[in-house]
C-alpha cells in the first residue's frame, strides 16, 4: 500500500513538473501566435496576451509583400536544401571511406575530422571571409553552401561513421563475393544507415535554417538576405508595429517546427541505433 502511495506520489511530481516545463516552452509561443493575430491599437491595450476578439491575417500579407519575405523565403528554403544534399552525399561517401576501407593514414584523418568539431566557428571566421572574398564569392549564396557545407563535414563524420562501424563486416564480404565494387557497396549500406543520415539532416537541416550569424556576416544585399536576417532587417521597418514583425517570426518559425515535429522519431533511432552493436 506506501510502495504504490509512493509511487503515485512520485507520478504526480513528475507530471507537474514536466506540465509547468511544458508551459514555460508553450507561453512564449502562444504570445507571438496571438500577437501576430492584433492590432497595434489591440496590441497596446493588452500587451501580455490575452484572448483575441478578432483575427487580423493582414499583418501577414503585409510582411510577406511590403517586407519581401517571400524573397527571404526561398532564399532560406534554397540554401537549405542544397547545402543539406550536399552535405550528406559528401559526409555518407567520406564516411564509407574512413570506416570500411583501408588506406595509408586514414586514422590520422578522421581525427583530423574530429578535431574539426571542436573548432569554433569564430576563430577561422576572418579567414574565411578573406578566402570567400578572394574567389569572388561574398554576398552569394554559393558562398553561403560552401560555409554550411564546410562546417557540418566534421560532426557529420563523426555521426556516420560511429554508425557504420556498427554494421557486420560480413555483409561487405558477401558483396565482394558477389562481384560488388566499392561504389556498389556504398550503395549497398547507405539504407542501413539511413537513422543516422535522418538525424544528420534534420539537425543540420534546423540549425541552417535558423541561423543568423553567417548569413548575416556575408550577405549585405537585402533581396539575398535569408529569412532570420531578414526579420532583423525589417524590424526598423516595422518598429513601432510589433505585431506585423511577430508575423514574420512566426512565418519563419513555423516550417522548422513542422518539420521537426514529423521526423523527430528519426533523431531518437539515430542517436541511440549507433550505440547498439548489431
Given at each position: 500500500m506506501m510502495e504504490k502511495l509512493r509511487k503515485n506520489t512520485n507520478n504526480i511530481v513528475i507530471y507537474f513538473i514536466l506540465g509547468f516545463a511544458s508551459l514555460i516552452v508553450i507561453y512564449p509561443f502562444y504570445l507571438i501566435v496571438v500577437t501576430s493575430l492584433k492590432t497595434q491599437q489591440e496590441l497596446y491595450l493588452d500587451s501580455v496576451g490575452g484572448m483575441l476578439t478578432s483575427f487580423h491575417f493582414e499583418n501577414y500579407s503585409l510582411v510577406w509583400t511590403k517586407a519581401k519575405l517571400h524573397l527571404m523565403f526561398s532564399n532560406s528554403l534554397m540554401i537549405t536544401a542544397v547545402s543539406l544534399i550536399f552535405i550528406l552525399l559528401i559526409v555518407t561517401l567520406a564516411s564509407f571511406s574512413l570506416s570500411r576501407m583501408q588506406f595509408a593514414g586514414k586514422r590520422g584523418l578522421y581525427l583530423l575530422f574530429f578535431m574539426g568539431i571542436f573548432l569554433p566557428f569564430q576563430l577561422s571566421m576572418i579567414p574565411l571571409i578573406k578566402i570567400i572574398k578572394g574567389i569572388g564569392l561574398f554576398d552569394t549564396h554559393l558562398g553561403l553552401d560552401l560555409l554550411y557545407i564546410n562546417s557540418a563535414i566534421p560532426f557529420g563524420i563523426f555521426l556516420i561513421v560511429g554508425f557504420m562501424r556498427t554494421i557486420p563486416k560480413e555483409i561487405d564480404e558477401a558483396a565482394i563475393v558477389d562481384g560488388a565494387s566499392k561504389f556498389r557497396l556504398y550503395l549497398l549500406l547507405t539504407p542501413l544507415v539511413m537513422p543516422a543520415i535522418a538525424t544528420l539532416a534534420i539537425l543540420q537541416g534546423v540549425a541552417i535554417w535558423n541561423d543568423f550569424f553567417?548569413?548575416?556576416?556575408?550577405?549585405?544585399?537585402?533581396?539575398?538576405?535569408?529569412?532570420?536576417?531578414?526579420?532583423?532587417?525589417?524590424?526598423?521597418?516595422?518598429?513601432?508595429?510589433?505585431?506585423?514583425?511577430?508575423?514574420?517570426?512566426?512565418?519563419?518559425?513555423?516550417?522548422?517546427?513542422?518539420?521537426?515535429?514529423?521526423?523527430?522519431?528519426?533523431i531518437v533511432n539515430g542517436m541511440t541505433a549507433g550505440s547498439i552493436k548489431g
Open positions: 553567417i548569413p548575416n556576416l556575408f550577405i549585405t544585399t537585402y533581396e539575398k538576405k535569408t529569412i532570420t536576417v531578414g526579420i532583423m532587417s525589417f524590424k526598423g521597418m516595422f518598429s513601432a508595429n510589433w505585431s506585423v514583425l511577430m508575423a514574420g517570426v512566426l512565418i519563419s518559425v513555423t516550417p522548422v517546427l513542422l518539420f521537426y515535429v514529423a521526423a523527430q522519431k528519426y
